[in-house]
């Protein structure tokens, strides 16, 4: 049983996504993202800047000497949506060098308040003066550059301030979530602000409502199936803090007993019997499925509207993941566990 555990455990923290090739003009875009994170940290009191580098070298991970790579560990996809907008603009709707960087520097300060958000809400970073100044600047600096984003489109600011609502609605619902689905669903309103730029940008390019809800369709898919990846991955984090993931609401009653009433302790009751039947009962393959079924949609749309370097992009997220590669590894583990008992 041990064994089998510990197995599971193994796949389940070194399944990711597949690695994704840049192009050159995605090289320089990605450049502009990480300098819009230096200068963020310019625009602070001068008396925090050398505090502010430090907790960035920490929170990203990059070690003194190396190059200031703020994005690493996010996927190409969640920045990239902007430069393939970009590049689907016909001729006669060129996007201004205004509105590029405000888009640039309102979907940088998105994506990183949506990690910074999610760490202060868990108490995995400390809400210190620092934190809260970093938090406050960015949203300050995010909502500056949408306004300016949203300048000259219809309701605009409407628009904004509808997007920031989902993203509260989101992250402070209370609703019940009974399944795989709405989980899915909820995460939508809680990946709002990242949809703002795209959106805005959307309506700049003079595109229809159908383009528009197609390309937020796309980066929901996507957004969701890396929330169900992390998922899978901290699953045995997830299980002693009792955290609500997608991996609990595919367990029927009984076993979402043990997640709750888990002590912290991996070699607990309770952790075997969930682990045993998670294993048993394909709770990660299930969960591969959907990542798949997403990330496969949001590569069709990509390429309904010619946008074929982005949905490259999602069909390499998946590779490592399709029936010929992660389905059948994890279904190997099975039958080897099997042979083992």
């Given at each position: 049983?041990?064994?089998?555990?510990?197995?599971?455990?193994?796949?389940?923290?070194?399944?990711?996504?597949?690695?994704?090739?840049?192009?050159?003009?995605e090289k320089k875009f990605y450049s502009d993202l990480k300098n819009e994170?230096?200068?963020?940290?310019?625009?602070?009191?001068?008396?925090?800047?050398?505090?502010?580098?430090?907790?960035?070298?920490?929170?990203?991970?990059?070690?003194?000497?190396?190059?200031?790579?703020?994005?690493?560990?996010?996927?190409?996809?969640?920045?990239?949506?902007?430069?393939?907008?970009?590049?689907?603009?016909?001729?006669?709707?060129?996007?201004?060098?205004?509105?590029?960087?405000?888009?640039?520097?309102?979907?940088?300060?998105?994506?990183?308040?949506?990690?910074?958000?999610?760490?202060?809400?868990?108490?995995?970073?400390?809400?210190?003066h620092l934190t809260l100044l970093l938090r406050s600047q960015s949203w300050?600096?995010?909502?500056?550059?949408?306004?300016?984003?949203?300048?000259?489109?219809?309701?605009?600011?409407?628009?904004?301030?509808?997007?920031?609502?989902?993203?509260?609605?989101?992250?402070?619902?209370?609703?019940?979530?009974?399944?795989?689905?709405?989980?899915?669903?909820?995460?939508?309103?809680?990946?709002?602000?990242?949809?703002?730029?795209?959106?805005?940008?959307?309506?700049?390019?003079?595109?229809?409502?159908?383009?528009?809800?197609?390309?937020?369709?796309?980066?929901?898919?996507?957004?969701?199936?890396?929330?169900?990846?992390?998922?899978?991955?901290?699953?045995?984090?997830?299980?002693?803090?009792?955290?609500?993931?997608?991996?609990?609401?595919?367990?029927?009653?009984?076993?979402?007993?043990?997640?709750?009433?888990?002590?912290?302790?991996?070699?607990?009751?309770?952790?075997?019997?969930?682990?045993?039947?998670?294993?048993?009962?394909?709770?990660?393959?299930?969960?591969?499925?959907?990542?798949?079924?997403?990330?496969?949609?949001?590569?069709?749309?990509?390429?309904?509207?010619?946008?074929?370097?982005?949905?490259?992009?999602?069909?390499?997220?998946?590779?490592?993941?399709?029936?010929?590669?992660?389905?059948?590894?994890?279904?190997?583990?099975?039958?080897?566990?099997?042979?083992?008992?």
């Amino acid at each position: 049983m041990e064994d089998k555990i510990e197995d599971l455990l193994s796949f389940c923290s070194e399944i990711d996504f597949g690695a994704v090739n840049l192009s050159n003009g995605e090289k320089k875009f990605y450049s502009d993202l990480k300098n819009e994170i230096i200068s963020l940290c310019k625009s602070l009191p001068e008396s925090t800047k050398l505090d502010t580098s430090l907790f960035f070298m920490r929170y990203f991970r990059i070690p003194i000497g190396q190059e200031l790579d703020f994005f690493r560990d996010y996927y190409v996809p969640a920045w990239s949506i902007i430069y393939w907008l970009v590049q689907s603009c016909s001729s006669d709707k060129v996007i201004e060098n205004q509105d590029m960087k405000s888009a640039i520097t309102a979907h940088t300060m998105a994506l990183f308040l949506h990690s910074l958000d999610d760490h202060l809400n868990d108490n995995e970073i400390p809400a210190t003066h620092l934190t809260l100044l970093l938090r406050s600047q960015s949203w300050m600096i995010m909502i500056n550059a949408l306004n300016r984003l949203a300048d000259g489109v219809e309701k605009g600011n409407e628009i904004i301030q509808s997007f920031i609502d989902d993203y509260y609605s989101g992250i402070r619902s209370s609703k019940n979530i009974e399944s795989l689905d709405s989980y899915c669903d909820l995460f939508r309103k809680q990946m709002a602000t990242g949809l703002i730029t795209p959106f805005l940008m959307t309506k700049k390019m003079g595109t229809d409502k159908r383009f528009t809800e197609a390309i937020l369709t796309a980066y929901e898919s996507f957004g969701i199936a890396w929330r169900l990846l992390d998922d899978i991955k901290d699953i045995e984090t997830d299980m002693m803090k009792g955290t609500h993931s997608s991996v609990y609401y595919c367990l029927p009653q009984k076993i979402k007993n043990h997640w709750d009433k888990n002590t912290g302790d991996e070699n607990s009751g309770s952790a075997r019997i969930i682990l045993d039947y998670v294993l048993e009962n394909n709770v990660i393959s299930r969960i591969i499925e959907r990542i798949c079924k997403e990330l496969e949609l949001a590569a069709s749309i990509a390429d309904s509207y010619k946008m074929m370097g982005f949905a490259d992009e999602f069909r390499c997220l998946v590779r490592p993941l399709d029936n010929s590669s992660g389905l059948y590894q994890l279904g190997c583990l099975r039958g080897n566990l099997s042979a083992r008992d």
